[in-house]
């Protein structure tokens, strides 16, 4: 009778030292899928960091682009309006020109002056 009550408490201590190993096992396995996500959200943090740099950058870029574009269409205003003063003075300068020619005669556009189509052909 000793003999089978011993028997069954090495039993029931082999099942509580399985129960304890498969516990210790899910523990460790957990542990390592925790530091595995861990690492993964340390790696997607370093990443949103580097990524909120280059647009911060690519920000910055865009406003001097910006910026730049600004002042070309500044000075392309001031020398449309230069050029447009010119031509205006170097008409007035010239007195009345040749007359101009209705569109479609000679193949010139409408208000060209006339000399102008002679000046194509040759």
């Known amino acids: 009778m000793a003999s089978l009550m011993l028997d069954n408490a090495l039993a029931r201590l082999d099942g509580a030292l399985a129960q304890l190993e498969a516990a210790a ?9 925790r530091a595995n996500l861990e690492t993964e959200l ?3 943090q370093d990443d949103r960091a580097r990524l909120a740099a280059e647009l911060d950058g ?3 870029r865009l406003g001097d682009v910006e910026t730049a574009a ?3 269409d500044q ?5 449309m309006n230069v ?3 010119v031509i205006a003075r170097a008409q007035a300068d010239a007195g009345p020109g040749p007359m101009a ?3 479609g005669e000679n193949g010139e556009e409408e208000g060209e ?3 102008a189509s002679l000046d194509r052909e040759h």
């Open 42 to 44: 340390a790696l997607m």
């Open 101 to 103: 020619v209705p569109a």
């Open 83 to 85: 050029i447009g003063a």
């Open 70 to 72: 600004a002042d070309v």
């Open 75 to 79: 000075r392309l205003e001031r020398a």
């Open 113 to 115: 002056p006339a000399t």
């Open 25 to 33: 096992r899910r523990r460790v396995e957990a542990e390592r899928g």
């Open 58 to 60: 690519a920000t910055a």
